[in-house]
Nanobody, 122 residues
């Protein structure tokens, strides 16, 4: 199994910054794509950013130039640096990882973190 633990959420004023982290633990897996999603009340979960094992990144248009996704493969951790935060960034942020299991059965799987609240005040 793979478990994801998120941290770094909180309350910040507009224009401020936060850094989210998500650490994966377990055994017999290789992490492929890692990403961050967010969900505001009454809205669907949306993709924020992704990063491949080779470091390639993609961002939602709404966060380009403000957010930066990165990863530390040695620590199995993905980060989301959020700068110039806006009230519309307020949401629960979820980490997601796509993995290849390398144990008794080789297979693809996907896991979600527990979510961390980000609130941006105006």
């Amino acid at each position: 199994q793979v478990q994801l633990v998120e941290s770094g959420g909180g309350l910040v004023q507009a224009g401020g910054s936060l850094r989210l982290s998500c650490a994966a633990s377990g055994s017999n897996f290789n992490i492929n794509v890692m990403g961050w999603y967010r969900q505001a009340p009454g809205k669907q979960r949306e993709l924020v950013a992704t990063i491949t094992s080779g470091g390639g990144t993609n961002y939602a248009d709404s966060v380009k130039g403000r957010f930066t996704i990165s990863r530390d493969n040695a620590k199995n951790t993905v980060y989301l640096q959020m700068n110039s935060l806006k009230p519309e960034d307020t949401a629960v942020y979820y980490c997601n990882v796509d993995v290849t299991r390398t144990g008794w059965r080789i297979m693809l799987d996907s896991y979600w973190g527990q979510g961390t609240q980000v609130t941006v005040s105006s």
